[in-house]
């Protein structure tokens, strides 16, 4: 299908911020600092969109995985990394989970409309074909990387390497 749109909106093309890029020149330190008022890190906000992208390929291949009973369950409870590693290992996975997203986007039509298994109550409102399920990831990662650009320019970490809107 290859809808070109939906890719540039994955990774943040656009108007959107740079959704690698707000992430990858992270420092440990810079990844768990907090901002007053705000209940978040950037640690935490990368697990979070980790948890949920790979939940949603879960379902995708046919997986039933377990919904969470709280959100909480979607969150790291520390908002450190435990180690230079494990964020390192966070920001890989995510780097990969938008490639598989982003892969998915260039199936077949047939494969898009396929449709995706409820594994929770919820789900079965809203359309769940393929196509439906990418189209959220994308919704829900933009407003975390908003986030996540937001606490980068409270903390002083904007813009990052890669460059983004200071304006």
């Not at 330190?29 to 939940?55: C, D, K, T």
């Not at 996975?93 to 494969?111: G, I, Q, T, W, Y």
Request: net charge negative.
């Amino acid at each position: 299908m290859g809808e070109q749109t939906l890719i540039e909106l994955l990774y943040g093309k656009g108007a959107h911020a740079n959704t690698l890029g707000c992430v990858e020149d992270v420092s440990l330190e810079l990844a768990g600092r907090r901002v007053e008022s705000f209940p978040h890190s950037i640690w935490q906000l990368l697990s979070h969109m980790n948890f949920w992208m790979s939940y949603e390929l879960k379902r995708i291949r046919g997986e039933a995985p377990a919904y969470p009973e709280h959100a909480a369950e979607s969150w790291p409870a520390e908002a450190v990394p435990a180690s230079e590693r494990e964020w390192r290992d966070e920001v890989a996975l995510f780097k990969n989970l938008l490639a598989e997203f982003a892969a998915l986007d260039e199936s077949s039509p047939e494969v898009l409309a396929r449709q995706v298994a409820a594994t929770y109550p919820g789900h079965t409102q809203y359309s769940s074909s393929v196509l439906a399920v990418l189209w959220q990831v994308v919704v829900h990662n933009s407003y975390h990387i908003g986030q996540v650009a937001m606490l980068r320019r409270a903390l002083g970490a904007w813009p990052p390497q890669g460059g983004g809107d200071s304006w």
